[in-house]
């Protein structure tokens, strides 16, 4: 179902004394907010081993979430140091990140290897945030849609519909990843709406209206009202800005 949503991907940032008064701080500020009408579901992205000490600390059944930034493809079995999705919800993961483009480029993940990653994602009852974006040479090649066009084919639709119901697209230029050079709320709105298109081809109108479909590359508190009221931006995957208590509880309340 396509919603507001705000997510923080704390990549490999913070301990774990660290990471749980961040969140704890999170929720004391944006306690108003996210209990408000215009609430957008708020995912926290934690390293691992942070997952369980930051759960704890998000209030029940309320609009926070807990969300990891990677999975591995098998259930479980010999994979020195890898983590399946089936942990992943056992200590109370709702959301994965899947293709972000820093594991894409350090870690050689393709579009094969998201397939399976998605899938096993799907089956442990977790909702893949997927991540597509073009680098700046695909950008002033003039090929970012061809681009995104073909990560989305290749990576995502194949999925069934009742599987792509689950899924979250977020849109991130790697240019504009940790940069400072976000995207302008235009160009942000002209790839979204091209995903939805995309969508509506791939499976039908309805689904293309039902994604949630974020904005991610250094979006903040300044600049979030205006990327999040474009009408096919639904939120933002929030690196930087969101390890900042004050700065992420501003995003959130930028609808
Ligand atoms: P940034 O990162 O907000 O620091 O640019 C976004 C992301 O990589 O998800």
Known sequence: MRQNLVA??????????????????????????????????????????????????????????????NCHQKESGAFTGEVSAKVLASVGCEYVILGHSERRQYFGETDELLSQKLKAALAAGLKPIFCVGESLDTREADETFDFIGQQLASGLFHLSNEEFAQVVIAY??????????????????????FIREQIARAYDAQAALDTTILYGGSANAQNARELFSQPDVDGGLIGGASLKAVDFTAIIQSF
Do not use: D
């Open 8 to 69: 923080g991907n704390w990549k490999m940032n913070l301990t774990y004394p660290e990471g749980v008064a961040l969140v704890s701080e999170i929720t004391r500020l944006a306690a108003e907010a996210a209990a408000g009408a215009n609430a957008p579901e708020i995912v926290i992205c934690p390293p691992f081993p942070l997952l369980h000490g930051v759960g704890e600390q998000l209030p029940k059944a309320s609009k926070f979430h807990l969300g990891a930034q």
């Open 172 to 193: 991130e230029p790697i240019w504009a990843i940790g940069t400072g050079r976000t995207a302008t709320s235009a160009q942000a709105q002209e790839v979204h709406a």
